[in-house]
């Protein structure tokens, strides 16, 4: 089993900044894929980004893209995901998620693992 928990979030005004972390415990798992996703009260869940174990491929949401930067420590067993121009529009529960494959996914039915979340809020 892996756990993965988020933290980072909370409230910041629009054009500010926030990073996300989502630290894994429990069984390592290489070879795989992690994923940020958000899901803004009375939407579906979203793809933000993911990156692989590797780290030598990252992939984003067209609406993040240039604006948030997914990254990762193996070490740590940590990803990260820094938000930077936020916007009110990205308020959302951000979810980080584990994908036990070599291939990125938008899916988020292709994730085996997630988190419990955490909150972000962009005020205008």
């Known amino acids: 089993q892996v756990q993965l928990v988020e933290s980072g979030g909370g409230l910041v005004q629009a054009g500010g900044s926030l990073r996300l972390s989502c630290a894994a415990s429990g069984r390592t798992v290489s070879s795989s894929v992690t994923g940020w996703f958000r899901q803004a009260p009375g939407k579906e869940r979203e793809f933000v980004a993911a990156i692989k174990w590797s780290a030598s491929s990252t992939e984003y949401a067209d609406s993040v893209k240039g604006r948030f930067t997914i990254s990762r420590d193996n070490a740590k067993r940590t990803v990260y995901l820094q938000l930077n121009s936020l916007k009110p529009e990205d308020t959302a529960v951000y979810y980080c998620?584990?994908?036990?494959?070599?291939?990125?996914?938008?899916?988020?039915?292709?994730?085996?693992?997630w988190g419990r979340g955490t909150q972000v809020t962009v005020s205008s």
């Open positions: 998620a584990l994908d036990q494959t070599v291939f990125t996914s938008r899916r988020a039915a292709s994730y085996d693992y």
